[in-house]
Each structure stands twice: as C-alpha cells, then as structure tokens.
T-cell receptor
Framework: GENVEQHPSTLSVQEGDSAVIKCTYSDSASNYFPWYKQELGKRPQLIIDIRSNVGEKKDQRIAVTLNKTAKHFSLHITETQPEDSAVYFCAASIIQGAQKLVFGQGTRLTINP | DGGITQSPKYLFRKEGQNVTLSCEQNLNHDAMYWYRQDPGQGLRLIYYSQIVNDFQKGDIAEGYSVSREKKESFPLTVTSAQKNPTAFYLC????????????FGPGTRLTVL
C-alpha cells in the first residue's frame, strides 16, 4: 500500500522568511496530493492540493510542487506570518470514488516574531 | 466550520467498555471517513463509507466497527478489542468523484482509564 514520509517533523523560521516542507510517496499510481493545516485544538483544513497532471500550483503565499518521477512533493510558504504557525500534513491518494488518503506524520511549523 | 459535527468533544471510558462516537454531516456528502490521530503521527484511516449501507476497512480497522444506516450519520464504535484506544478521533466527509476535498469535524478526544 501507499506510504508517505514527511520531513522535517518540526520547523522554526523567522517571520517573513520562507518555509519548505517535503513529502515522498511510494505508490506511483497516486495522483492526488493535498496539504492540510491543523491549528492547535482545531480540525485539519485543506490549504492547497495538486493533481499529478501538473507540476506546480500557487495560491497567494502558498505553493506546492510535484515531481512524479522522484515521487516527492513539497509545500512552500513565502513571507511567513505568525498565523502560519500550525501543524501541516501532506497526503496522497488515488482519485477513485471515496478518497483513501494516506497522511504523512506532520510538520509542526513555528513562526518566530 | 459548520456542516460536520462530532460529539462529544471529550469522552472518558473504563477499560473493557465499548464506546460509540457520533459523526453527523449536513453537507449532502456521499462519502464519510473515520481517522485516528496520535501525537507525532499523521492521521490514520480506520473505516470509510462511499454510500449508505456500505463501508470498507481502512488501514487500522481492528478493534473498531461502524454503521452507515443514514447518509448523514457514520457512528464509530471503539470496542474492547482495540488494544490502545486512547486517541483523538476525527470524522470527515466528501463528495464522491471530482474535487473530493475532505471536510473534517472538530474531533472527539477519547481517554480510556
């Protein structure tokens, strides 16, 4: 089955700097890669996703890149702000009916003022 | 934030007792999911259901059971056979097909004493 590895487990950056979180997946059939943000005590929420037919997707300060050959994808957050502090999860699945997401272990991102 | 609810927020049970966690959604989603979240780990899929009266095991189904008698409801029972039931449980729902973003409930924190 699919296995998703996420690094680093913790990341601390200065406000205004960029943050990068990386994930690798094992199943070459996976074609959908979402990123979820979970603030302390709250539910996970989708922040961006990418499908395997594109290599990059951007939404304001957030971008995701996908390398299908190497089977890895990354989340990039630019101009970080204190409200970006949270746990971020990557996931992978095959788009087919109900979605069996396999999640990475999570990255705790802390933005230092 | 509305649309998918879980109750209760906190639940305490004695070892050996079965306990049922509630999940309700009014998003008219066909698919529903149950995840378990442990500290330092990502979300792991317990069970999922693509349609009423049908459900499938996820990656860690042992010691859990579900039912899907109504589209809006997908209760999870944690049985006494689950060896380490203390965890944070998240329910989610999505449409089937297309952009199937999963929407999460607020979670139930179960503590078995």
């Amino acid at each position: 089955g699919e296995n998703v590895e996420q690094h680093p487990s913790t990341l601390s950056v200065q406000e205004g700097d960029s943050a990068v979180i990386k994930c690798t997946y094992s199943d070459s059939a996976s074609n959908y890669f979402p990123w979820y943000k979970q603030e302390l005590g709250k539910r996970p929420q989708l922040i961006i996703d990418i499908r395997s037919n594109v290599g990059e997707k951007k939404d304001q300060r957030i971008a995701v890149t996908l390398n299908k050959t190497a089977k890895h994808f990354s989340l990039h957050i630019t101009e970080t702000q204190p409200e970006d502090s949270a746990v971020y999860f990557c996931a992978a699945s095959i788009i087919q009916g109900a979605q069996k997401l396999v999640f990475g272990q999570g990255t705790r991102l802390t933005i230092n003022p | 934030d509305g649309g998918i609810t879980q109750s209760p927020k906190y639940l305490f049970r004695k070892e050996g007792q079965n306990v049922t966690l509630s999940c309700e959604q009014n998003l008219n989603h066909d698919a529903m999911y149950w995840y378990r979240q442990d500290p330092g780990q990502g979300l792991r899929l317990i069970y999922y259901s693509q349609i009423v009266n049908d459900f499938q095991k996820g990656d860690i189904a042992e010691g859990y059971s579900v039912s899907r008698e109504k589209k809006e409801s997908f209760p999870l029972t944690v049985t006494s056979a689950q060896k380490n039931p203390t965890a944070f449980y998240l329910c989610a729902s999505s449409i089937v097909g297309g952009n199937n973003e999963q929407f999460f409930g607020p979670g139930t924190r179960l503590t078995v004493l």
